[in-house]
C-alpha cells in the first residue's frame, strides 16, 4: 500500500469518531472568539491562543491574564491546577504513544479530554495506521477548535 493511500485511509477511518467533538468545540470555540472580541483583542488573538495554547478552559482565563498585571507564578499555578488531569492522561497514554515516531509530539502537545476518549477506546483495523489514527484525531479536534475561536473573533 502507498504511503499515501495509508494516510487518507487513516484519516477517513478518525474523522468519523471526530464529529461529535465538532459540534462541541465548534461551539465552545466562538463562543471564546466572542469572549476574547468582547474584551477587546482583535481577532488575531483568539486563533492564536487557540492555536498555540489547546487547553480549552485556560484559555478562557489567560484572556483575563493578559488584561491583568504579568505575574507569571500565578499564571503557572493557574494552569497546572486547571489542567493537572492532562498528566495522568499523558502518563496512561505513554504506551500508546511511545512507538509513533515524529507525530508523538503533536499528539502530546494535543491531547485533550476528547482525545484522550477517542485515541484510548477506538477500536482501529489491523490493517490501518494507528499512528495515523491517533494523529488525525488529535490533529481534526485541534482543527475545530481553532476554527470556532477564529470564527468566534472575528465576529
Known amino acids: 500500500m502507498k504511503k499515501g493511500n495509508k494516510i487518507w485511509i487513516a484519516f477517513r477511518t478518525a474523522f468519523p469518531s471526530t464529529i461529535p467533538i465538532f459540534a462541541g468545540f465548534v461551539f465552545l470555540g466562538i463562543a471564546y472568539g466572542i469572549y476574547m472580541h468582547s474584551l477587546g483583542f482583535n481577532a488575531i488573538y483568539p486563533f492564536l491562543i487557540s ?34 488531569r492532562h498528566l495522568f492522561y499523558g502518563i496512561s497514554m505513554l504506551d500508546k504513544y511511545g512507538d509513533k515516531g515524529k507525530k508523538k509530539w503533536y499528539m502530546i502537545f494535543g491531547l485533550c479530554d476528547e482525545s484522550f476518549a477517542i485515541n484510548s477506546t477506538m477500536n482501529i483495523p489491523k490493517n490501518v495506521d494507528q499512528g ?13 477548535w481553532v476554527l470556532g475561536a477564529t470564527l468566534g473573533g472575528i465576529t
Open 51 to 84: 492555536l498555540t495554547v489547546f487547553a480549552g478552559s485556560i484559555e478562557f482565563v489567560t484572556a483575563n491574564l493578559l488584561l491583568g498585571a504579568f505575574n507569571p507564578v500565578q499564571a503557572l499555578f493557574l494552569t497546572l491546577m486547571v489542567n493537572a
Open 132 to 144: 495515523w489514527v491517533m494523529f488525525f484525531v488529535t490533529l481534526l479536534n485541534h482543527s475545530y
